[in-house]
């Protein structure tokens, strides 16, 4: 299961008497601004006694792994088996309802209840799954099973229950038969008492106990465990900024980009639309930037006490939201004073519900939703107002806006209040009492950030809109802006290492794109003047008259014509080709080296860089729709193990918004490439279609594959499916790129069979085996992702199959397999 990491400045600073005040300090401040409380964790034992009385006779076997390499954080597992008598009066209960596990085995884990084949004990196993944390002793020791873990310094201890009175009562005078600690990946600094038997892999054997042994095994952190128990512990400000700078990092870099443009821009509306963008995301940054601020300086207590961040929160929302309308107002919407007062009420209303939480005396009392509500309804809003004021900058707004906005929006408000619900549903149910997130506003937006980056590709597109109404052709601003878009629609780029927030893979993808477009980078062909239709006849009737031409050349050649016959019959066709290579520009004397059916190509369907763009997108919103339905069924469904499904990830705090940013990006990330690929058509390399994709695919691949290799090297949980989404975009924008081929060659209406003809038959006739190459290279991706699907790879689960592994080899040492 994936964990994101804990807030900043709820974690002891250290054993001291000060450090106490400041542990303290912190609780206060997380009771006072409500932030998510830590989970609580269950009993090591059952306090209630068995009802059926302890077994007159049993058995236990118990085992523990202790794995980081896989895992976010280190995770414990147990595995524990006890065997009781058929005749115990549990028995019956344990074969029935199962209501005697309890007297076994402590709460938690999924226990099951067998039989073997002699008949003679009923035996009950479970195993318990535990991540742990990296809390001194003071906070109490993690649990799994009969086992235990603290950490102290820079050393974990992992322990059997250290007495009898922690054990469930129904092992009182239990035979301990196997006692197994493993550990692969640590070299234990000690082991208490002296094991039985010592295994490869880092297995301690204890056998044939009459008591539990006081087992005890001291493990050194890793330096990742370390690390991140610093920056938990010690580092809350190195934390707090690093989590800042993984989030607001690249949208700083475009607002840098931004503020350029607008110092160099002569247009009004440019600049309008530029400061509209700019006010977004500050207001997307706002929440983070109001928290480190509070960090830093030393005030986020005080300012808790006079709930000065929530009425921030209000403000952030209700700022923009005003002036978009009071805009809106100003280009003539007819409904635009009702609007401006709807908002003015809304932000009154929010702050005067914001009083509620003044007057809850119980946690879970569900009138301190309502100020959450109402942000979510401001946060709607708000995005609604600044799409139609920034759409609206020049002229009506366009249909397609409006149409993306009749189902955004609603999808939004629906987003918005599905994370309040499902946030408080999870909180009441785990631990009784409203998260944060359900009834602060602030941290409700500090969560909902995470899901606003598709308000910052839509400005981008309005941008880009004015660039292509103004040029013809993609200049450095504009290829700049390009980029952005490529890395905010495509690749989202948050990550954690090492429970510091950073984005890698979207600083890697900002450098790799403009990277490569410089290193294939080649001269432009030069307009040819003509329209789309009219190019495409020439390309036709020039290709007619090549082969003419051929075929004159090889009668004269094997002696059917003499040299006058050729001359006469060859003049018409090579002065027909002449004029037609003038009348788009090329050489007549055909020394540039180029064609017609080269100019078409490199030039596109479309007159302008922009109208390439648009046709682009949508192709790629056709062709892209069955990877998207496949995405978002991975990411819904179950992985092959049947863990990390959506149910799963529902039922923790903070997967919903994880989900519903899986759910838009697979949605987003094929209009998006194919709007960039179509932008970026006459600068790409290659002189047929198919090739050009290659470029913002290995951009992507680049940028998902530098985030998968730190991963693995620092042994995090698995980055699954990057692979899958690489050649899910490599067959969409290949695609693509055939239909825009032939697109740019239809010199008639027709159907899909005769759009297709002459592009089959240029990519037939091309150099270098161009049909050839585009088979292979076909043929290897889907071969590629029949391979990983095959194999039950999962989308979006970050299961480790190694750990599951090291469990089976535990219950063969339970089972006594590995004997000596």
């Known amino acids: 299961m994936r964990r994101l990491t804990t807030d900043a400045g709820t974690k002891p600073i250290g054993p001291s008497a000060g450090a106490a005040l ?56 147990s595995t524990t088996r006890v065997g009781v008598p058929r005749d ?8 029935g309802d199962g209501s005697a596990v309890g007297c076994l085995l402590p709460p938690g884990g999924t226990p099951s209840v067998t039989v073997p084949a002699d008949g003679a004990d009923v035996v009950v196993q479970s195993t318990r799954e535990t991540p742990l944390e990296l809390y001194d002793t003071e906070w109490g020791a993690e649990s799994a099973g009969l086992w235990s873990s603290r950490t102290s310094g820079d050393t974990r201890f992992v322990a ?29 600094r000690t082991v208490t008492p002296l094991p039985s038997e010592v295994l490869p892999g880092g297995t301690y054997v204890w056998r044939d106990g009459a008591a539990p042994p006081r087992v ?104 923009p939201l005003f002036l978009a309308v009071r805009g809106l107002a100003r280009t003539g919407l007819r409904w635009g004073l009702p609007m401006l007062a709807g908002a003015v009420l809304a932000a009154v209303g929010g702050l005067a519900l914001l009083a509620a939480r003044l007057f809850g005396d119980q946690p879970s009392d569900p009138l301190r939703v ?169 390309v036709d009737e020039y290709r007619d008259l090549e082969q003419r031409e051929k075929g004159l050349r090889r009668r004269w050649a094997a002696g059917e014509l003499d040299d006058e016959e050729h001359t006469k019959e060859a003049g018409p066709v090579v002065g027909r080709i002449r004029r037609l290579r003038m009348e788009i520009g090329l050489d007549p004397d055909r020394e540039d080296g180029l064609s017609p059916l080269d100019v078409a190509l490199s030039r596109g369907p479309g007159v302008t860089w922009w109208a390439n763009a648009r046709l682009a997108a949508r192709y790629a919103s056709y062709v892209g729709a069955p990877a998207a339905v496949f995405l978002i069924w991975a990411t819904w469904s179950t992985d092959s193990r049947g863990h990390d499904g959506w149910l799963d990830r529902l039922g923790d705090p903070d997967g919903f918004y994880g989900l519903a940013g899986d759910l838009i990006g697979g949605l987003l990330i094929w209009p998006v490439a194919g709007f960039v690929l179509g932008a970026l058509w006459r ?105 990983q699907l095959r194999n039950g790879i999962d989308i979006t689960s970050q299961v480790d199959t190694s750990a599951q592994a090291q469990v089976g080899a535990d219950a063969q040492v339970l089972l006594g397999r590995v004997d000596r």
């Open 683 to 787: 600068r790409l390399p290659g002189r047929r279609g198919y090739l050009k994709g290659v470029v913002p695919v290995l951009a992507y691949a680049a940028a998902t594959g530098a985030h998968a290799v730190l991963n693995n090297v620092i042994g995090q949980a698995p980055v699954r499916g990057s692979l899958v989404r690489v050649l899910l975009l490599f067959l969409v924008l290949t695609v693509v790129a055939v239909l825009m081929d032939a697109r740019t060659l239809q010199t008639r209406p027709g159907g899909l069979a005769s759009r297709l003809t002459p592009v089959a038959v240029v990519y037939r006739l091309g150099t270098a085996g161009s049909g050839i190459a585009l088979i292979v290279a076909q043929a290897a991706a889907i071969l590629g992702l029949w391979s």
């Open 160 to 188: 059997l229950l250290p007495s009898p009175a922690d054990l469930p009562p129904g092992l009182a005078g239990a035979r301990w038969r196997t006692v197994v600690v493993k550990t692969p990946e640590f070299r234990a």
């Open 370 to 538: 309502a100020p959450a509500v109402v942000t979510a309804l401001l946060l709607t809003g708000a995005a609604w107002a600044i799409a139609v004021r920034a759409a609206r900058v020049r002229g009506r707004t366009p249909r397609a806006v409006r149409a993306l906005l009749c189902w955004s929006v609603p999808g939004l408000a629906l987003l918005t209040l599905a994370y309040v619900t499902q946030t408080a549903v999870v909180g009441l149910r785990t631990s009784s009492f409203l998260p944060a997130a359900a009834t602060s506003p602030f941290f409700l937006l500090r969560s909902l950030a995470y899901l606003m980056w598709p308000l910052v590709v839509l400005l981008l597109l309005l941008l880009l809109r004015l660039h292509g109404r103004r040029t013809d052709s993609v200049g450095p601003s504009t290829l700049w802006l390009l980029v952005f878009l490529f890395v905010v629609g495509t690749i989202r780029w948050l990550n954690t290492y090492a429970g510091m927030p950073f984005p890698l893979a979207g600083l890697v993808g900002l450098g790799a794109l403009p990277l490569l477009l410089r290193l294939t980078r080649r001269a432009e062909v030069a307009d040819p003047g003509v329209s789309r239709r009219r190019l495409a006849m020439i």
């Open 22 to 77: 400041l542990r303290g300090a912190a609780l206060l401040i997380a009771a006072v601004l409500g932030l998510p409380a830590l989970s609580p964790r269950p009993a090591l034992a059952d306090d209630t006694s068995c009802g059926f009385g302890p077994p007159r006779s049993s058995w236990v076997e118990t085992s523990v792994v202790v794995a980081e390499r896989g895992h976010d954080t280190p995770v414990m597992t």
């Open 216 to 319: 005890e095994v001291a493990l050194p952190l890793s330096a990742r465990s370390a690390f991140q128990r610093w920056s938990g512990l010690r580092g809350q400000d190195v934390l707090t900024v690093g989590t800042y700078l993984g989030f607001a990092l690249p949208y700083l870099l475009l607002a840098g980009l931004l503020v350029v443009l607008y110092r160099r821009s002569g247009d009004r509306d440019e600049r309008v639309l530029v400061r509209i963008t700019l006010g977004a995301l500050a207001m997307i940054t706002a929440t983070e930037a109001v928290l480190i601020v509070g960090v830093l300086t030393g005030t986020l207590f005080l300012a808790g006490l006079f709930q000065v961040p929530e009425t921030l929160a209000i403000l952030v929302v209700a700022a």
């Open 88 to 95: 115990w009066p549990g028995a019956a209960a344990l074969l």
